[in-house]
């Protein structure tokens, strides 16, 4: 049954996952030292790597001290072909430049960190991103899917990819094209696993982070569902996690255009 074979490979994604604990170790430790530094924990992607920024906040089970950085016009894909169409989103994320109008929003500091989600780590935006972080002294973790990143050619002109802009990576364990089951007398595989490995990595890091955060004395406001800690008590939670998203947030807007928040190195790491 197709439906085995498709459980069966997911159970292979949490072995590559697991294997990779030293390095979700270390990514939640940088988050951690960012969200106790009054700081947030970027976080992009684009196409249905959208997906995976919303699963680390805002959702039940998380809590603030992340930016969740989406673009309608990278990952609005319901509306498939007319305005707003599927065509148009992909056309969008390999435009040059994007990444810095982005972030051009925002006064980010040395203490933030990031993460950047891209399976194929070949479009360009989502590569300009990890490398717009850089140049601001801001750490990149990426999500990749490593054997379909190998396999893939960058949209860049220099032929960098994701990888090349990251501090640490993380692999969904996915396979070349994503899709995981072959079914027979079809030519084409079916069934995507970067999102379940994705899932997989984003929550990993985020229960390591909850107690790095608890230790250090600030444990997190976390949404949790009134079936669980009543009614009231979620309200409080939900009303305080928002709050504190929005004062973290505030201080990304407070000197936008001012010398800090703009790059400190040019493209080949030379200061500007």
């Known amino acids: 049954m197709m439906i085995h074979t498709y459980l069966q490979k997911c159970r292979h994604l949490i072995d590559v996952v697991e294997r990779q604990t030293a390095e979700l170790q270390q ?13 947030m924990v970027h976080v992009f992607g684009s196409g249905h790597s ?13 809590f603030p001290g992340f930016n969740p950085i989406v673009e309608l016009s990278l990952t609005f894909h319901n ?3 007319g305005a707003n169409g599927q065509r148009q989103a992909m056309f969008l994320e390999n435009v040059p430049g994007l990444a810095e109008r982005i972030l051009r929003n925002y006064d980010l500091s040395g203490q ?9 780590g070949s479009n360009v935006v989502p590569i300009e991103m990890a490398e717009e972080f850089q140049k601001r002294g801001v750490k990149v973790v990426a999500i990749i899917t490593r054997e379909h990143a190998e396999r893939s050619t960058s949209k860049r002109k220099d032929g960098l990819k994701l990888s090349d ?37 984003i929550n990993s890091i985020k229960a390591e982070l909850a107690r790095l955060l608890t230790e250090a004395g600030q444990p997190p406001k976390v949404l949790t569902a009134g079936a669980v800690v009543g009614s009231e008590r979620a309200t409080e939670l939900f009303e305080a996690a928002y709050d504190e998203h929005a004062h973290r947030l ?19 790491g030379a200061p500007i």
């Open 165 to 201: 802009f990251a501090d640490l990576v993380l692999d969904t364990g996915a396979p070349v094209g994503d899709a995981m089951v072959t079914v027979p007398n079809l030519d084409t595989p079916v069934s995507p696993g970067s999102t379940v490995g994705g899932a997989l990595i």
């Open 50 to 62: 959208r997906i995976m920024v919303e699963e680390m906040w805002p959702r039940y089970g998380s």
């Open 112 to 120: 933030d960190s990031a993460l950047v989600i891209s399976s194929s």
């Open 250 to 268: 505030a201080k990304l807007y407070a000197q936008v255009g001012q010398t800090a928040s703009l790059p400190t190195q040019g493209p080949a």
């Open 79 to 81: 509306l498939v072909v």
């Open 27 to 39: 990514a939640a430790q940088w988050f951690a030292d960012t969200i106790l530094a009054g700081r």
